[in-house]
């Protein structure tokens, strides 16, 4: 079990059988809408028996089609028609399209409900599913409108990723991998010591990357649960946002049908070339991302006529202040800093190193 410190502080707990957890975070709650991806519907109406409540099933579309918003609205009115009030409870299940829109909703719900994260994906659980980031995408960006609204309690059952897709499994893990360089250097030992394994759903090693991941997760947003610290020496937060600023861009030019990992797996080869020809990163580092990356078999590489578009897009993260885009670069493994406004060469001359054709899973 890993422990968040938020105003309300909650538990992650990680293991096989933890679903049974479910009916004690929703106990007081008359009614339980449960949101779940069209894959866990099985799954959900078995997670249903859990609770000692009226439950309330809302299939939500799949992946990435869950975070519009006609979907939150279509889950406001079925609250409404239900009766939901401020003691009631919004359960989301499945990945972190499911629980993002899940917990948008219940941020959104009477100005706030509890909230319980069911992650079924390993970026559910190492990532979205901890840490009270909710939102929906809009066609200009990614993640434009959300809120910070903490769950409950986040149950991560290991068991669930038996049935999780290779290609997703995969995806889930280059937000692990983010936390390896980012803090966890021994998570990235783990992989090249044996990826098979890592992208094994029943191995102990993978048991072991989630739970590294979860507890970088767990406390970088400790420290700053809405990411508003990033002064000095600190990053704050937004190191979580590692790989992300051009990893965004990439999936609205997508259109959302790259996998977040997948295209989060580029960004953080753009971010390494970018820190390394600013002087920032070792080559040996830079280098080592794509080695780590090549052996999950994740893309390294994106569309060499795709760059006006996305320096476009880039101006919508929400790092950037006013016209000034900020990155969050590595100045060594587990090392971090800030970089506000890179010369416009930089940005174009880091992003030809990571063009080419993308090999997707
Ligand atoms: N809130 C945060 O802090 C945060 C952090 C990281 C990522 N995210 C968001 O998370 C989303 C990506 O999450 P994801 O990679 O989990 O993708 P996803 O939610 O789209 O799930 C991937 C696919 O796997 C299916 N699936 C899920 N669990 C399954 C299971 N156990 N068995 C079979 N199929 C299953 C889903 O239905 C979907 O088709 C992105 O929208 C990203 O922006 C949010
Ligand atoms: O939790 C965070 O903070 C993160 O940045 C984690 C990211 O992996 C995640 O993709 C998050 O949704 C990105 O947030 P955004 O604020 O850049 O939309
Ligand atoms: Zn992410």
């Given amino acids: 079990m890993i422990e968040v410190a938020a105003e309300r502080p909650y538990a992650v707990q990680i293991g096989h059988g933890v679903l049974d957890g479910l009916g004690e975070l929703v106990a007081g709650s008359r009614r339980v809408a449960v949101l779940y991806a069209p894959a866990l519907r099985a799954q959900a109406a078995r997670l249903a028996e859990n609770i000692d409540a009226e439950v309330l099933p809302i299939e939500l579309p799949d992946a990435e089609q869950a975070k519009t918003a006609e979907v939150l609205a279509d889950c406001w009115d079925r609250l409404a028609a239900a009766g939901f009030t401020r003691s009631d409870a919004v359960v989301g299940f499945g990945g972190g399209a499911t629980t993002d829109l899940a917990g948008f909703v219940a941020a959104s719900w009477l100005r706030g409900v509890r909230l319980v994260t069911v992650p079924t994906t390993v970026l559910g659980m190492v990532d979205a599913a901890v840490g009270g980031k909710t939102g929906i995408n809009l066609a200009a960006g990614k993640n434009l409108v959300g809120a910070f609204h903490e769950p409950a309690g986040v149950l991560c059952d290991l068991s669930l990723l038996t049935s ?11 937000e692990v991998v983010k936390c390896g360089f980012i803090a966890d250097p021994a998570i990235l030992t783990l992989v090249e010591e044996a990826p098979a394994e890592a992208l094994d759903p029943t191995s102990d ?5 989630i739970t590294r991941g979860i507890r970088v997760k767990a406390e970088v947003v400790s420290g700053d649960l809405r990411e508003a610290t990033s002064v000095g020496a600190s990053v704050g937060r ?3 946002n590692y790989g992300h600023t051009l990893g965004h861009a990439i999936e609205r030019r997508e259109q959302y049908r790259w996998r977040h990992g997948e295209a989060i797996s ?3 080869m753009y971010a390494a070339a ?7 990163l070792d080559a040996t580092t830079a280098e080592r991302h794509r080695a780590v990356l090549d052996l999950l078999g994740l893309p390294t590489a994106y569309d060499p006529g795709a760059w006006p578009e996305l320096r476009e897009a880039m101006s919508l993260d929400k790092k950037t202040r006013g016209a000034q885009l900020r990155f969050v670069l590595l100045n060594g493994l587990a090392s971090a800093e800030i970089v506000a406004g890179p010369d416009e060469e930089a940005l174009a001359a880091a992003y030809a190193e990571v063009s080419g054709h993308p090999r997707r899973g």
């Fill in 238 to 240: 937004e190191l979580l």
């Fill in 274 to 280: 970018l820190a390394r020809r600013l002087g920032l």
């Fill in 205 to 209: 090693r993978l048991a072991e990357l």
């Fill in 266 to 268: 580029v960004g953080m």
């Fill in 164 to 174: 999780l897709p290779a290609a997703d499994l995969r995806a889930g893990l280059a």
